[in-house]
């Protein structure tokens, strides 16, 4: 892979800031920069969907099918501290 050099000029307070956060991480300022740049490519770029495979296909029709037959219930949100406690 082909790369370049990227050079820019940041205010003190802003290279100690990115200082702090690139250490939390345990990285350099280029890479923590550098990770940065492509979390937000990654963010803004738009992905192709996926077919599942068959065997997630089966998977959920058989979820589905157990919901429908009562089988398999789903907890209401607010009933989840209660279960917990009751387990």
Same mark, same amino acid.
């Given at each position: 892979?082909?790369?370049?050099?990227? /050079?820019? @000029?940041?205010?003190?307070?802003?290279?100690?800031i990115i200082?702090?956060? !690139?250490?939390?991480? %345990?990285?350099?300022?280029?890479?923590?920069?550098?990770?940065?740049?492509?979390?937000?490519?990654?963010? /803004?770029? @738009?992905y192709p969907?996926?077919?599942?495979?068959?065997?997630?296909?089966? !998977?959920?029709?058989? %979820?589905?099918?157990?919901?429908?037959?009562?089988?398999?219930?789903?907890?209401?949100?607010?009933?989840?501290?209660?279960?917990?406690?009751?387990?």
């Amino acid at each position: 892979m082909s790369t370049t050099q990227v /050079r820019i @000029t940041i205010p003190n307070k802003l290279k100690t800031i990115i200082e702090e956060h !690139a250490a939390a991480y %345990g990285l350099s300022i280029a890479s923590y920069i550098k990770q940065l740049v492509v979390e937000e490519i990654r963010r /803004r770029e @738009t992905y192709p969907s996926r077919t599942p495979s068959e065997m997630t296909i089966k !998977a959920i029709r058989k %979820g589905d099918k157990e919901f429908k037959s009562g089988k398999v219930k789903v907890l209401p949100l607010d009933d989840l501290k209660h279960y917990a406690e009751d387990v």
